[in-house]
Antibody, heavy 118, light 106 residues
Framework: EVQLVESGGGLVLPGGSLRLSCAAS????????MHWVRQAPGKGLVWVSR????????IYADSVKGRFTISRDNAENTVHLQMTSLRAEDAAVYYC???????????WGQGTTVIVSS | DIQMTQSPSSLSASVGDRVTITCRSS??????LNWYQQKPGKAPKLLIY???TLQSGVPSRFSGSGSGTYFTLTITSLQPEDFATYYC????????FGQGTKVEFK
């Protein structure tokens, strides 16, 4: 079964850091781009970042550029999102997703919740 | 950045109704347009990619059309499990989602 499982969410102080992880299984992980997408409470979906299959290319939304870093470990079938200088507006459910045909996002994890509050 | 605008933001419908949601992009995106369904507390699910290609396992009552800057998602006969929020997304330059359309029970 193709599956993505996120972890690492939690409560963090403004200005703090957090590292999210996404464990992939059931498919050839090293052959796929991977993405992070977030959703603030009661709001819509916002794309955050993408990493290509061999980690040679990364892209970020302007809202997180310079603060977030996406990385992957193809040996461990894992993608990470290192988040620093966190702000209240970064609070959201963070989903990892697999890049699919037509540059769609065809497989999604269940999400991990990040709360930024003092 | 490419902006995506969906309409309506919400709609009320009954089981069996034909429902159409529109999505417009701020610049031409060819057919790099995807549609997702999200139910409360759940992850989004890919329905349609490249404007009109049905994702494997998605019922044929869902269809998509359009190119350039104007796109539609149609559900031909709304089923109880289709009450959800639907998002369009462009993948022509990076990725941008529309604001969502909530399909509610009338």
């Amino acid at each position: 079964e193709v599956q993505l499982v996120e972890s690492g969410g939690g409560l963090v102080l403004p200005g703090g850091s957090l590292r999210l992880s996404c464990a992939a299984s059931g498919f050839s992980f090293s052959g796929y781009w991977m993405h992070w997408v977030r959703q603030a409470p009661g709001k819509g979906l916002v794309w955050v970042s993408r990493i290509n299959h061999d980690a040679t290319g990364t892209i970020y939304a302007d809202s997180v550029k310079g603060r977030f870093t996406i990385s992957r470990d193809n040996a461990e079938n894992t993608v990470h999102l290192q988040m620093t200088s966190l702000r209240a507006e970064d609070a959201a459910v963070y989903y990892c997703a697999r890049g699919g045909s037509g540059y769609s996002l065809d497989v999604w994890g269940q999400g991990t919740t990040v709360i930024v509050s003092s | 950045d490419i902006q995506m605008t969906q309409s309506p933001s919400s709609l009320s419908a009954s089981v069996g109704d034909r429902v159409t949601i529109t999505c417009r992009s701020s610049m031409t995106i060819s057919n790099y347009l995807n549609w997702y369904q999200q139910k409360p507390g759940k992850a989004p699910k890919l329905l349609i990619y490249t404007a009109s290609t049905l994702q494997s396992g998605v019922p044929s009552r869902f269809s998509g059309s359009g190119s350039g800057t104007y796109f539609t998602l149609t559900i031909t006969s709304l089923q109880p499990e289709d009450f959800a929020t639907y998002y369009c997304q462009q993948s022509y330059i990076n990725w941008t989602f529309g604001q969502g359309t909530k399909v509610e029970f009338k």
